[in-house]
């Protein structure tokens, strides 16, 4: 049939071929592409980071959230939803990783040297292929010995699908990264698969509530119900709680009413420069 393309599945079996409407095929010519891309975009230094506040009740910057940027020189910014998935099913999330997690311990050693800054904290997205890495511990710390970082302002953000690999190996990655003062945060947290009992295994600082729940806060009572347990389940646990996706003052005075304390999204600020960043911790001083 002249309509179905024809496509070696990866992985599969020599011999197998798959069909595929043009539909998928061109999803997966565009996916092929894209990594093609990737490889090229980390050769030439077309990422860059962006930071997005994070503000405590007085509206005082505390930290921020390091989220990474790919100018594509012919397709412009590609947004994280779309290229992080290639990166991790193509493993290129490896040295991407690396190379943020480089960028972010560079800022924070540059935010030390000012008092403006110093007490700022990072917060760095790990995927869950590269928290499992054998060398994922030592990398990190080589970085921070390089960098000259705090790490004690670095705080890296997991998610719970973390749990679904054998939990101890992921409560080793982070007890060795805590001892060296490496914060973490569970980020999206609600949307995955958390059981209780793993979840208190976990060496956790805080949990970050994810923002399909802040989103309706005010107007969907199970969003309500969520957001209030989470802050409740951080307390019982003894955790930090922060929000992310903020967008209203309403939403914020409704989280702070409930023992929400730590906020981050629109209403602070969009996510920018270190220079926006720096100019509005210095506004708030
Ligand atoms: P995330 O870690 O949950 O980051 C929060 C996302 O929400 C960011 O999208 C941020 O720009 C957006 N956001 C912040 N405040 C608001 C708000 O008030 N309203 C709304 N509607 N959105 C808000 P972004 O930058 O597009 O990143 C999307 C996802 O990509 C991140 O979700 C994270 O999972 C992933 N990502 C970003 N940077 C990295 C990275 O360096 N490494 C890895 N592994 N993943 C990353
Ligand atoms: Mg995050
Ligand atoms: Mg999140
Ligand atoms: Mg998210």
């Known amino acids: 049939r002249a309509d179905l393309a024809m496509y070696q599945a990866k992985g599969a079996g020599r011999n197998t071929l798959r069909f595929f409407n043009p539909e998928m095929h061109s999803v997966l ?14 050769l030439d230094g077309q990422f860059f980071l962006q930071y997005q506040p994070q503000v405590d009740d007085n509206d005082k910057v505390t930290g921020a959230e390091a989220l990474l940027r790919w100018r594509h020189p012919q397709r412009g910014l590609v947004s ?15 040295p991407l990783g690396q190379w943020v997690l480089e960028a972010a311990a560079r800022q924070l050693a540059v935010w030390a040297r000012h008092s403006e800054t110093s007490h700022l904290s990072l917060a760095v997205n790990i995927s869950a292929r590269q928290f499992r890495d054998p060398h994922f511990v030592e990398q990190v710390l080589r970085i921070i010995g390089q960098t000259g970082a705090n790490p004690q302002r670095l705080k890296l953000e997991i998610t719970e699908s973390l749990l679904l690999d054998d939990i101890g190996d992921a409560v080793a990655t982070m007890t060795a990264l805590k001892s060296h003062g490496v914060g973490f945060s569970l980020d999206d947290f609600g949307t995955g698969y958390s059981s209780l009992s793993y979840l208190k295994r976990l060496p956790l600082d805080q949990l970050k509530i994810d923002q399909s729940f802040v989103r309706d806060v005010l107007t969907d009572p199970n969003d309500a119900a969520i957001a209030r347990t989470i802050v409740a389940l951080a307390q019982t646990l003894g955790l930090g709680v922060i929000a992310e996706g903020v967008e209203t003052q309403a939403q914020r005075s409704f989280l702070a009413e409930h023992g929400c304390h730590a906020f981050q999204g629109y209403l602070f600020g969009r996510p920018g420069g270190a220079e926006d960043l720096l100019a509005q911790s210095q506004s708030m001083a």
Do not use: H, N, Y
């Not at 994280?80 to 490896?94: D, N, Q, W, Y």
């Open 80 to 94: 994280p939803g779309e290229f992080i998935p290639v990166a991790e099913s193509s493993g290129l999330i490896l």
């Open 29 to 42: 010519a565009r996916r092929a592409t894209l990594e093609v891309d990737l490889r090229q975009g980390l």
